[in-house]
Every structure is written in structure tokens, then in C-alpha cells.
């Protein structure tokens, strides 16, 4: 499979692999480029930042530790 050859490359590309493999089941790139953009947004004007954005990179740095973990 793809992941047991990049584990033979190198951890961090597959812990990379793995988070936006879990990430594409909820997000289509559309998504989070909207997503991104609103942040951007609010940041360049001052505003708060939206809780899409929150949210969105909650679920990201669960499935980062969920990777590291399935690793070790």
C-alpha cells in the first residue's frame, strides 16, 4: 500500500499522508481553500477569527496525533 512505502521514506510524509487522507473524507479542497480564505479575511481586517476555522483545524491536529500514534 501507498503508506507502507512512504514509511519507508520518511515519518513525517506519512503522517502527512495519513492527516490529509482523514481530512478528504470531511473537506473537499474547496472547502478548506474557502476556508482558509475566510480566515485570511478576518485576519487582515481585524476580525475575529471564524470558528469554521477552529474547527476545521481541531479536526486537523486530532488526526495529526491519531497518525503520530498510529505510528509509534
Known sequence: ???ERLLQKNSKDVVQFL???KMR???T???ELA???KTVHALVHGLPI???FEEYYNEAESA???AKARLN
Open 1 to 3: 500500500m501507498a503508506h
Open 19 to 21: 492527516v490529509e487522507k
Open 25 to 27: 473524507k470531511n473537506h
Open 29 to 31: 479542497k474547496g472547502d
Open 35 to 37: 476556508i482558509l480564505r
Open 50 to 52: 471564524p470558528t469554521e
Open 64 to 66: 495529526k496525533a491519531e
